[in-house]
């Protein structure tokens, strides 16, 4: 019986996320020279994943 695709294992799934997490996004902001220390997290502009 062959195992269903849903059940690989994690290492092998090499999906490119459409969403970052917040912290994520804070590099991003941070490498593009819009983040200053001490900013609050809460209400980030938009970013595009790489």
Do not use: C, Y
């Amino acid at each position: 019986m062959s195992q269903h695709p849903s059940l690989k294992s994690a290492s092998k799934i090499t999906v490119k996320r459409n969403v970052l997490k917040r912290f994520e996004r804070v590099d991003v902001l941070r490498e593009q020279g819009k983040w200053k220390e001490g900013d609050r997290g809460v209400g980030l502009p938009k970013t595009k994943s790489n």
